[in-house]
């Protein structure tokens, strides 16, 4: 653990030491039947708005710890998708299975981000007045009533896994350091980190590199690799070598379905993707 972190006192006390990526688990799938292997699954989704139609038949399935990539050119659907999986579009037509049980289109958006679906915009949203180890904090998965939120210290456990989500985004040394004060990369992995407080199984992460240095893209390559496997990543993305570095399977979305869909050096060889994205 970061010396900055376990030598420095916090509101009076000192982050536990010890703490590592183990804290925060693997895959936490209770409530989520993943028995059969997927975690995520979209059949025959049609969305039409004015006649557009931004998804067309779209059949999608991801399976549980998997980090799959989605790519594609302006208008191919991809944003829709993600508000169809957090429940902010409805579909006109399809059906959306959150494990083998969890039918997506009959809850609200508030039900299904406590079920276990994480979204990240692509411009970072932080508390910038607060401290980093407050945000994690604020974004902790507990009681959020007036009462308890007033009246409530944190335990060993909520210590350790601070301490460990803070060591993965690698904000050690950063804790007690305003947000506001971040730099653009530094915030999105705060709120990647705010996410991970919330025990998401699914993450949606929306251009997450888009503004980054190089430095900042490449660590941000290794967080998303260390997290594959314990989580399950969908990663919208227009930086081809940002997605290159991650990237395990690529689907490829047109004009609403899917055009292409596989590991990365077939994709990029496809004729048909290099004809309506990559070659442009």
Known sequence: MNAAVTAEAVEGQNLPGGADAAAYGHVRTAGVDTSHGPILY???????????????KLTLTIEAGELRVIIGPNGAGKTTMMDVITGKTRPDAGTAFFGQTIDLLRMSEPQIAHAGIGRKFQKPTVFENHTVFENLELAMK???????????K???????RIAATLELIRLSNQFDRLAGLLSHGQKQWLEIGMLLMQEPKLLLLDEP?????????????????TLAG???????EHDMDFVS??????????EGSVLAEGPMDVVQNDARVIEVYLGR
């Open 42 to 56: 979209l059949d025959d989704i049609s969305v039409s708005f004015d006649g557009f139609k931004a998804l067309n």
């Open 142 to 152: 507990t009681d959020k009533r007036v009462k308890s939120t007033l009246w409530s």
């Open 154 to 160: 944190l335990d060993s456990a909520a210590w350790d």
């Open 209 to 225: 590199v888009a503004g980054m240095t190089d430095a900042e893209t490449e660590r941000t390559a290794e967080l998303f690799n």
């Open 230 to 236: 314990k989580h399950s990543l969908i990663v919208v």
């Open 245 to 254: 570095r991650i990237a395990r399977t690529v689907t490829v979305l047109h």
